[in-house]
């Protein structure tokens, strides 16, 4: 089965930069969307951003305009670009795919923005 691992993000200041990236264990070329969630302290998982193999994107609307999803299906890895962090953007950040109706999630990493 696919795994998914994602890196980066950490602190950062509110109304600074950062981004993750998830990196997959295998080809996701032949996927059609793959997006980011994130799940802040006693909250429940929301999705934030995702792409379709055509490059066609959708945001949560407290995202759009801040945060940016790309993917590079030679590299096996989806990004999500974060611009003009607020505190509320404080949240383990995953990634998820789709394959053979399978939801396969990773671990997540964490972005915590500081006031």
């Known amino acids: 089965q696919v795994q998914l691992a994602e890196f980066g993000g950490g602190l950062v200041q509110a109304g600074g930069s950062t981004f993750v990236s998830c990196s997959a264990s295998?080809?996701?070329?032949?996927?059609?969307?793959m997006g980011w969630y994130r799940q802040a302290p006693g909250k429940q998982r929301e999705l934030v951003a995702v792409?379709?193999?055509?490059?066609?994107?959708n945001y949560a609307d407290s995202v759009k305009g801040r945060f940016s999803i790309s993917r590079d299906n030679a590299k096996n890895t989806v990004y999500l670009r974060m611009n003009n962090l607020k505190p509320e953007d404080t949240a383990v950040y995953y990634c998820?795919?789709?394959?053979?109706?399978?939801?396969?999630w990773g671990k997540g990493t964490l972005v915590t923005v500081s006031s």
């Open positions: 792409i379709a193999n055509g490059r066609t994107t």
């Open positions: 295998e080809s996701i070329a032949d996927l059609n969307a």
């Open positions: 998820n795919l789709i394959r053979g109706g399978v939801s396969v």
